[in-house]
Nanobody, 125 residues
Framework: VQLQASGGGLVQVGGSLRLSCAAS????????RGWFRQATGKEREFVAA????????FYSDSVKGRFTISRDKAEKTVYLQMNSLKPEDTAIYYC???????????????????WGQGTLVTVSS
């Protein structure tokens, strides 16, 4: 599985961006797809995830209510709609895919098998 993230950029506080993560290669309905982010000097943190089969979604407390993760099964693409952006959302955003993830592990980056290259989101105040 290869993942290609795109859609990052520079946006002002309160603005919106939509990230995309396209997958190629062999994918499975058992996969979950996630978004993580890493700010300078900080560890990679969970942002959101979606189960490919069923569409259940999961969010970190810091983005709940502002970000929405969705999927297009035909295009094998996952989206992250980010609204009401804050300076603390500034980071490199990575998409990931993993299989066999359960509720207790879906937020853990080490549980994901495949990663995209990252896309930079900068929120200016």
């Amino acid at each position: 599985v290869q993942l290609q993230a795109s859609g990052g950029g520079l946006v002002q506080v309160g603005g919106s961006l939509r990230l995309s993560c396209a997958a190629s290669g062999s994918t499975s309905n058992s996969y979950a797809r996630g978004w993580f982010r890493q700010a300078t000097g900080k560890e990679r943190e969970f942002v959101a995830a979606i189960r490919w089969n069923g569409g259940s979604t999961f969010y970190s407390d810091s983005v709940k209510g502002r970000f929405t993760i969705s999927r297009d099964k035909a295009e094998k693409t996952v989206y992250l709609q980010m609204n009401s952006l804050k300076p603390e959302d500034t980071a490199i955003y990575y998409c990931a895919a993993g299989s066999g993830l359960i509720v207790s592990s879906i937020r853990l980056p080490q549980q994901y098998d495949y990663w995209g290259q990252g896309t930079l989101v900068t929120v200016s105040s």
